[in-house]
């Protein structure tokens, strides 16, 4: 049995702690059981919560899952290795359509009308917005309440309906390599080199919490990055640290990263 304390206490006072508890959680339930249990979605870092909690015990096993290939916001399954069925997860998606003639709706909008009928965000996994449409990814349990509640997004009217998770196409993600010459690994200093952006917007986008690292809030613009980072800006993709590739003659470091898109 692994240290319930001692995996929480490594979290404390980080964002991941409300995280790490409602794991532990689910985790020695199936410990209980011998069966499995299904958490919500989960950001990226709250799936790396996942696995590391799960390493820690054995007889179990933990798979992902988001509705598609290549979703971002995944469901987390606790398996206990005695658990011989088939797990189903309950995912499914809700597609909301609105007229683009007249409207340009954004990732913030869809997520701020599903928040406003007070959905929890745990319960929504990614939201594929297309012109004039936008599927939302969620449980099965919360379907049936998106179709009846989610009427207008922003200023647009909108109608809902069910739609297949076979639809949704395996996410293709374009890379873009950029080789860099920085003055140091701070994260302003890399983010605005790899987003192509000034330091000052990049202290911006850290103040108010647009800019991630590792999908957790930066502290500070002087905080520094290693090789494998993540960093993420919300509404502009990602960036990875791929290579530290060492000093030039005038002593600035060679950065290789890899942007998103």
């Not at 919560?49 to 820690?56: L, N």
């Not at 399954?77 to 998606?93: E, L, N, Q, R």
């Not at 009846?148 to 293709?172: F, W």
Request: glycine share 8%.
């Amino acid at each position: 049995m692994a240290d319930r304390e001692k995996i929480i206490r490594f979290y404390k006072g980080t964002e991941g702690e409300e995280i790490v508890i409602r794991l532990v959680d689910a985790i020695e339930a199936v410990n209980k059981t011998r069966k499995f249990r299904i958490t919500d979605f989960l950001d990226p870092y709250g799936c790396e919560i996942a696995e590391t909690v799960a390493a820690h015990y054995e007889n179990i096993s933990v798979n992902f899952n988001g509705g598609y290939m290549g979703a971002e916001r995944q469901c987390a399954c606790f398996v206990h290795d005695d658990f011989m069925g088939k797990v189903s997860y309950p995912i499914a998606v809700v597609k909301a359509v609105w007229n683009d003639k007249f409207y340009r709706l954004s990732h913030r909008d869809v997520l701020g009308a599903l928040m406003g009928l007070g959905i929890k965000r745990s319960q929504i996994g990614d939201l594929l917005i297309t012109l004039g449409s936008v599927k939302i990814i969620c449980t099965e349990k919360l379907a049936d309440f998106i179709l009846q509640n989610l009427t207008q997004i922003g200023a647009a009217n909108v109608s809902c309906e069910m739609d297949s998770l076979d639809s949704i196409a395996p996410r293709e993600e374009r890379c873009k390599e950029i080789t860099a010459t920085v003055a140091s690994l701070r994260i302003d200093s890399i983010s605005a080199a790899g987003f192509g952006s000034s330091r000052s917007k990049m202290a911006t986008n850290i103040d108010t919490d647009k800019l991630k690292l590792n999908w957790q809030s930066v502290k500070n613009a002087s905080q520094t990055v290693k090789e494998g980072d993540v960093i993420s800006i919300r509404g502009r993709g990602r960036l990875e640290v791929a290579e530290i590739r060492g000093k030039t003659k005038k002593g600035r470091t060679v950065v290789l990263l890899k942007r998103y898109i």
